[in-house]
Each structure stands twice: as structure tokens, then as C-alpha cells.
């Protein structure tokens, strides 16, 4: 049994004048290893050249993508031709083997899992990097592809840009080729038109004066490319009379602007950590921060996975299991816009471009604050060939200013007091750029055992050209209303936003079961009571999947729990984590309209399985162009057993979005979250005993200039 870890972080804000137009900040680049200087905790930032697995979760590395390479080469059914990679990534061991793995032991045999397309064709490769041979391939019959490669949109771009038409096209609408980008929105999938080979629409834009290109669409200008064949298959143009949006104040960056904001200017804010953060990361993947321990890795198509979060109990020291695996499964984005250069825009980003390919990397001070600790992402190129991702994933304690619990009692005499405690917590976040929009993850571990999970909108509108430069001008209120006009000339096409979490939780073990409580209405009986009505809490718990497949309703709600029934408190409430819905919103498409059939998965809020290797991502395997003959919805159909088995609990977080002014030209973040909360996991609140924070516990900072505000 460990001892109670005293938390004693030291945290200080500092304030430092800064009163000249631009702000006197330098942003220091934190170059790989630059750490060093002042933390010992990240003295290891990992040499990915000379990097070896340490846990049966670590992504392949360096090494062992180029070894799994190698093997492939000279793999007879696929090495006359070498096909394109579009996945090639760790092959998790099977869950038992994981569970059973303590640190030290031996990690189990590593494996690639390669997805890998040859003559339109897509090949499931297991190759055994200890064994030094392909273990399994099979050819998929399922209806889609793999996730699009970086090369494949480079070289739809490239095909499209020598098409003849298109140049004639763009100048007649007085665009030069010279300022001309284009992008390869995903197709979706529309019917039999469109099957047989692997197909990407082109856009095209302006970057005439502006960085912000995706504000200057080149509106009804569509390209459908062949990305085999490497040819244009059908070209269309119909917007020439719109004119291409202009290109003042479009620009966001901050070399750009031209005046300052008028409001007063904030002081610069950091986070001090005299002491240095007080989490750990070992082995490169394995975070210890307080009372939680968890694995985390970069992945090219979910982003960031999470895996066996386990949070120690601060009574008895015995480190629990909460949640084997988490991630953003699949994404579902249409836009409600039926026009031939718009309908097809329904995108499914997991799976048909990859969150963890498109990550950035994050920028210190801003997308992540000071002390943060960074994590590489170590990813596989079309050609299988290794490359790092640097600095896609920050970790870091934060400190808000909030509260984490407090009260006073102040009219008893004999019995005053004052108590709070400050709320830290440990953020895991990564950022996708996919295309226009800007995607930012956060996990988010609490000491009171919660997880919050956040997801952040930013980035850019897709936007529709307009012949309008102002409402007013419009032809009548239903124009108004669908299509919002955002600036001159352009439109905020309305949108949604689905993400669904895989959310494999084991609490206390594997075996769980999900308890819907129904808070429903009682009415009580004539003399009864001077009250006419009560709510009262109604639990079920799920023997099938299909007791748990959840349409959030304000007027029906309900709660939501996983449970261990084989795992009791000491009053003899099994323990759970209950799941907590955010704002989010649901799709209104026809269920039998094809994007909604593609994302079945959103069809309801929650969904719970039992748990299946091969079932992981929501959308299928293979998504792009896919039919929605592997989703979450399909499988689910079987209506399995979930009671007190291995589950998988699913959740479908939702933004509907109708662009107003302020979105452009950039959008300011929209974030929306749920969380995942012990109940009757703890025997009390574990935080009881935690210490409050003291003038004493910090060390004395002066500012180093005068620190007045002079308003
Ligand atoms: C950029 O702006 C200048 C000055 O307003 C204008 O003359 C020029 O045509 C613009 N260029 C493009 C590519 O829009
Ligand atoms: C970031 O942390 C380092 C390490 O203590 C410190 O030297 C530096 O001043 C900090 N920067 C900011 C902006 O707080
Ligand atoms: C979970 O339940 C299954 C039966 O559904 C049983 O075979 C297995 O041993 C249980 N596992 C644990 C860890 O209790
Ligand atoms: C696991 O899921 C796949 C895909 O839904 C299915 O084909 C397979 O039969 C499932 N395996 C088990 C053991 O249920
Ligand atoms: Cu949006």
C-alpha cells in the first residue's frame, strides 16, 4: 500500500506590464530537448531514433515501422508491385494479454497492422515483427477504402490543376493561376454513379492578399478526380456569375493586422511552477499525475488514445481500473446545402482522413501553457516509410482559479469555518487541422476521480460564395435565415458536427454492466401529501444492446451508469462511473438518406456493446466512400447480451452550426464536453484530506518591472 501522495503544487500568477502595440512577447520555439534547462521530469525527451517499446501499448516505433517495412518488401503477394500504406500501425495484443502485463514483464509480441491498397483493392496485413513474417492478410469485402494518404490529396490537387478547363474557368473570373489553392474535399457516397473506384472532389480558392484563402471560395467549381487513374472525370461549372469574396480583412494572422483591438490590453498571465510540474511521463507513454495513471499515445486516425485509466484510491492505495480504452472513434459533418458543389459534403474524419495525421503541432504559450510536456507522433507515410509528427500532443496541470470543493459555516457559534480547496487538474490535448477546421481535444483528469472530455471547434468556416452583399438585398426571410451571410459576398454554410467516443470502461474490472435511471414523474395519491407530484429516480439495468440505445430527451431524462455488480462499496452499492452528457445536439437527416446510413452510428446519443476487438471505429474499417455496411449501428443490430459483460460504452457528442458575423474570419472556439464521474466508486470524496493552499507554500516573486495599471 503506497502512501497518501500530499500534493503540494506551487502555482503563481504572474503579472507583467505590457503596454506597447505589438505586446513585447517573444515567443520562444520549444525545440526538442530544450527541457532539459529546467526539468528533470522531461530530461527524457525520447531520441525516436534509437526509441524501443517499453508497454504492450506503445505505437510501433521508428525501428519497427521500418522493419514491419522491410518484411512487406519482400512479402511475395505484395512485393511485385508495392502497394500504398494507408495505415500502418501497432496491432494491439489481445486485452487479456494487456491485463495480465505488469511493469517489468516482458511486453508481448509486436505486431503491425497494415491497411494497404493495391489495384483499387484494400489489404488487411498482420505482420509479426519478432516472427519476421506477414501473419494474416485477408482482402476486405467490405464497401469502402482506407483513409486517403497525404499523397493521394497532393496528387488530386496536382490533377486538377492541369486540367484545361480550369484555367479557361478561373480566368474568366479574373483569377490568376498563380494565386490559385485548391483542396480535396472527401465525396461521401451517393450510389452506384460513384462506386468502383476511389474518388475525391476538388475545390479551388483565391489567395489573392489574404493567407485565408478558404474565405475567397471560387464558388461551383467542382472537379471529381480519380485517384487511381489520376484523371479528372467530370468537371463542373456553374457559379461564374458569383463573385469571388474579396480578400480584406480576411487575413488571421498576426503579422497581418494593421490596429490593435480596441479594448483595454490584458497583462501577461502565466502559470509559475516553482517546483516543476508534478506529473510524470515514463517510458514516453505512461502519465502519473496525482492519483491517476493512464497510457497515452498518438494515433494517426483517432488523435490521441487514452488506455487503462487507472485512478489509485485514496483510502487503501489499491490502484483501480476505471476506463481499458478512449478515443474519438468517428466524426459526421454534413452541410445542408444541396447544390452540386455541396452536397456531397458529409465528412467523416476519423476514418477518411485521419485525426492524428492532420495533428499540428501545438504552439507553446498558446495552444498549451508553460510547462507543458510534449509527445511526438511517431506515424507511417504512403510509401511505409517512418516519419515524426513532432509535439502533436501537450500534457499539463491546470489551473483555472476554480474551486474544487469549499464551504463555510459562519451562524453556528462554536462551529465557524471556512474551507476550500483549489481545483488542479492534468489536461491531455491534441489539435487536428482538418482542411478549414481546427479540432482541438482535451482529456482532462480531475483528483476527484472525474474525466472530462472536451472538444473544441476553431479554424475556418467552409464558406459558399453569394451574389449578395448584404441581407437586405436578399430575396426574401427563408434566404436569411438557411444561409447566413457572414461577410460581403459570403455565406456560413449551415453545418453539423457529430463526434463519437469509443469509450471501452472497465470499472473495477472488465465485467460491467449500464443502469439507465429513469427520472420519472410520480403523482401522489388525493390527502396524501400538499404536494401534487415528485420526481423519482427508476433504475434498469440494460440486458441487451438494444436497452441501451439512448435518444437524449430534456422531458425523459435519464442517468446513465456503468456499473461492476460483482464489485461492492462497503454500504453494498456496486461501484460505477456514470456517464454525464454536455450540450450536444442530434442529426435530423432521414434516417435512410445516405450520409445518415454512412454515420448510423449517430442515430443515437449512447449506444453500448459488448466488447470486440474488430469493432472499433463507428464508421467501419474502411470508411471512405464506404456504404454504411460496417457501422456501430450494424453491428449492434445482433441486439447482444451486455449484462455484466466486457462493454463499450459509445457516446455521441453534437454541435448544429449556423454561422453568424463572428465566425469569420476565423472562428472564435466552441467547445462542448461530457463527463465521465465516479458514483459509489469512492467510499467518500476522495479529496477529503487533501491539503488547502497557503501563502506559505509559494516562494516570494516580484514582478520585474513596476507593476501598476495606470487606468
Ligand atoms: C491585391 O490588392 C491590390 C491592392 O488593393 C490589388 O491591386 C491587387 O489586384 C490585389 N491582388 C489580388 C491577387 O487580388
Ligand atoms: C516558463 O517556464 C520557465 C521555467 O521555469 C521559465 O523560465 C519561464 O519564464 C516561463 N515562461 C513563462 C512565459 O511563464
Ligand atoms: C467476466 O465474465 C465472464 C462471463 O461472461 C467470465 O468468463 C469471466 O471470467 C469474467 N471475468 C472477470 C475478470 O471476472
Ligand atoms: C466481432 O465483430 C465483427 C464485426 O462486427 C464480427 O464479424 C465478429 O463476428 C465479432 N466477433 C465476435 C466474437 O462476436
Ligand atoms: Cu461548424
Redo the contacts with the bound molecule.
Keep these: 500500500m503506497e502512501k497518501l501522495t500530499i500534493l503540494l503544487i506551487s502555482l503563481l500568477l504572474i503579472f507583467i506590464v505590457s503596454r506597447s502595440w505589438p505586446p513585447l512577447i517573444t515567443f520562444k520555439l520549444k525545440l526538442k530537448g530544450s527541457f532539459e534547462q529546467h526539468n528533470f521530469w522531461f530530461k527524457s525527451k525520447i531520441d525516436h531514433f534509437s526509441e524501443i517499446p517499453h508497454h504492450p501499448l506503445d505505437p510501433l516505433t521508428i525501428e519497427e515501422i521500418k522493419r514491419a517495412r522491410a518484411i512487406l518488401f519482400s512479402y511475395r503477394p505484395l512485393s511485385s508491385t508495392f502497394p500504398s500504406i494507408h495505415s500502418l500501425t501497432l496491432e494491439e495484443p489481445y486485452k487479456s494479454q494487456v491485463l495480465g502485463w505488469k511493469n517489468g514483464d516482458p511486453i508481448p509480441p509486436r505486431k503491425a497492422f497494415v491497411i494497404a491498397l493495391l489495384n483499387g483493392k484494400s489489404h488487411l496485413v498482420t505482420v509479426d515483427l519478432g516472427l519476421g513474417r506477414v501473419t494474416r492478410h485477408e482482402i476486405s469485402s467490405s464497401s469502402g477504402y482506407p483513409m486517403l494518404t497525404l499523397d493521394d490529396i497532393s496528387k488530386a490537387v496536382e490533377v486538377a490543376l492541369l486540367y484545361p478547363e480550369l484555367a479557361e474557368s478561373i480566368a474568366a473570373r479574373g483569377v490568376a493561376l498563380s494565386e490559385l489553392v485548391c483542396i480535396s474535399p472527401s465525396v461521401g457516397w451517393y450510389g452506384p454513379n460513384e462506386e468502383g473506384r476511389r474518388i475525391v472532389k476538388v475545390q479551388c480558392f483565391s489567395s489573392g492578399n489574404t493567407s485565408n484563402f478558404y474565405m475567397r471560395p471560387i464558388e461551383g467549381l467542382i472537379l471529381t478526380v480519380d485517384l487511381d487513374k489520376r484523371e479528372v472525370v467530370k468537371f463542373s461549372d456553374t457559379g461564374r456569375a458569383i463573385p469571388v469574396p474579396r480578400a480584406v480583412n480576411t487575413d488571421y494572422r498576426y503579422s497581418a493586422q494593421e490596429k490593435p483591438p480596441e479594448m483595454r490590453q490584458l497583462n501577461p498571465i502565466s502559470l509559475v511552477q516553482p517546483n516543476g510540474p508534478s506529473f510524470s511521463v515514463e517510458g514516453g507513454h505512461v502519465v502519473k499525475w496525482a492519483n491517476w495513471e493512464f497510457h497515452l499515445r498518438p494515433d494517426p486516425r483517432a488523435g490521441m488514445v487514452i488506455s487503462r485509466a487507472t485512478v489509485r484510491d485514496s483510502e487503501t492505495g489499491e490502484l483501480r481500473s476505471v476506463m481499458y480504452k478512449g478515443f474519438a472513434s468517428e466524426f459526421f459533418v454534413p452541410y445542408m446545402d444541396l447544390d452540386e458543389g455541396w452536397y456531397f459534403k458529409t465528412y467523416m474524419d476519423v476514418g477518411e482522413f485521419g485525426l492524428g495525421a492532420l495533428a499540428s503541432s501545438l504552439v507553446p504559450l498558446n495552444d498549451c501553457p508553460n510547462y507543458s510536456y510534449y509527445m511526438d507522433g511517431v506515424f507511417a507515410a504512403s510509401d511505409g516509410g517512418p516519419y515524426i509528427q513532432p509535439n502533436v500532443i501537450c500534457i499539463f496541470e491546470r489551473y483555472a482559479g476554480d474551486v474544487s470543493w469549499r464551504h463555510s459555516e459562519t451562524l453556528i457559534p462554536g462551529l465557524e469555518a471556512r474551507e476550500a480547496r483549489r481545483k488542479v487538474t492534468l489536461v491531455a490535448r491534441m489539435a487536428a487541422t482538418v482542411g478549414n477546421y481546427d479540432y482541438t481535444f482535451d482529456w482532462e483528469f480531475q483528483t476527484d476521480g472525474l474525466i472530462q472530455v472536451k472538444v473544441g471547434l476553431s479554424g475556418m468556416l467552409m464558406v459558399k460564395g453569394s451574389p449578395y452583399e448584404n441581407v437586405q438585398t436578399m430575396p426574401n426571410q427563408e434566404e436569411i435565415s438557411s444561409t447566413p451571410l457572414v461577410s460581403e459576398n459570403v455565406i456560413g454554410v449551415v453545418h453539423d458536427h457529430f463526434v463519437t467516443f469509443h469509450l471501452d470502461m472497465d470499472i473495477d474490472g472488465p465485467n460491467n454492466s449500464f443502469a439507465k435511471v429513469d427520472l420519472v414523474k410520480e403523482e401522489t395519491l388525493p390527502g396524501e401529501s400538499p404536494r401534487k407530484s415528485y420526481l423519482k429516480p427508476k433504475r434498469h439495468i440494460a440486458k441487451t444492446e438494444n436497452d441501451a440505445k439512448i435518444k437524449l430527451d430534456l422531458y425523459k431524462p435519464s442517468e446513465f451508469y456503468l456499473i461492476n455488480p460483482s464489485r461492492r462499496s462497503r454500504l453494498g452499492n456496486p461501484t460505477g462511473y456514470k456517464l454525464v452528457p454536455g450540450g450536444t445536439a442530434a442529426s435530423l437527416l432521414d434516417a435512410l438518406d445516405p450520409p445518415q446510413i454512412r454515420s448510423a452510428f449517430t442515430n443515437n446519443q449512447i449506444w453500448v456493446t459488448p466488447y470486440?476487438r474488430?469493432?472499433q471505429w463507428a464508421g467501419g474499417l474502411l470508411t471512405y466512400q464506404s456504404k454504411g455496411d460496417d457501422t456501430l449501428a450494424v453491428?449492434s443490430e445482433r441486439n447482444r447480451p451486455i449484462e455484466n459483460k466486457d462493454i463499450v460504452l459509445w457516446y455521441t457528442m453534437g454541435f448544429h452550426h449556423i454561422p453568424c458575423q463572428e465566425d469569420f474570419p476565423i472562428m472564435p472556439t466552441v467547445t462542448s464536453s461530457f463527463d465521465l464521474k465516479p458514483a459509489n466508486f469512492f467510499e467518500r470524496n476522495p479529496i477529503l484530506r487533501i491539503p488547502p493552499a497557503f501563502e506559505h507554500d509559494f516562494p516570494v516573486c516580484r514582478p520585474s518591472s513596476e507593476n501598476k495599471n495606470k487606468y
Design positions: 470486440n474488430s469493432e453491428w
